[in-house]
């Protein structure tokens, strides 16, 4: 069972108020049942310096996969992950730059954690990653091992970023 959408809209109203000043124009919040390599995705249309034509040019998405649990573990987790997008959305939307992690983002993550939110650049959700995951490479070199859920790995063309070995598809017995 997810959160339902009004209630995801709360949430962020109530940090756009205590955390930007309620500077950051509204923007759509969806659960995507298909993002399972993060829990959450800020996206927009055009560049930051581009004028926002209606909400659907930006959204925030959340992973329906990885925090759909209502424990107050995935709570928190929930809250913590729509702070992080919503610092993306402050640096396209206010300080009109190319949402990253770096100095403007780390800032904004250290004034909002120091209010218990708990906000971090990696999120620790390998094991349910790994879950949902469907396909794995290893690297020949290595070992390092890569689950998707989808086969987006091309060993032909990609190689291990740890090492860059080469890359071999596990069978489906081995990768799960």
């Not at 780390?106 to 990653?129: F, Y």
């Not at 859920?149 to 489906?172: D, F, V």
Request: charged share 25%.
């Amino acid at each position: 069972m997810t959160v339902d959408p009004a209630h995801l809209q709360r949430l962020w109203t109530d940090l756009n108020l205590r955390h930007f000043g309620g500077g950051l124009p509204s923007i759509e919040i969806l659960w995507s049942r298909r993002l399972t390599a993060s829990a959450g995705l800020f996206v927009s249309r055009g560049g930051p310096r581009v004028p926002v034509i209606g909400a659907r040019q930006r959204r925030i998405r959340l992973s329906a996969p990885l925090l759909h649990d209502t424990s107050p573990r995935a709570a928190r987790e929930l809250l913590a992950t729509l702070a992080h997008e919503m610092i993306h959305q402050w640096q396209f939307d206010v300080l009109k730059r190319r949402p990253n992690h770096g100095q403007d983002f780390r800032r904004k993550m250290g004034e909002m954690n120091r209010a218990g939110l708990g906000i971090t650049i990696r999120h620790d959700l390998t094991e349910a990653v790994r879950r949902l995951a469907r396909y794995a490479w290893q690297c020949l070199n290595c070992g390092r091992t890569y689950a998707r859920q989808r086969r987006t790995i091309e060993p032909r063309r990609h190689r291990c970023g740890s090492c860059r070995g080469k890359l071999q598809e596990l069978s489906a017995e081995k990768s799960l």
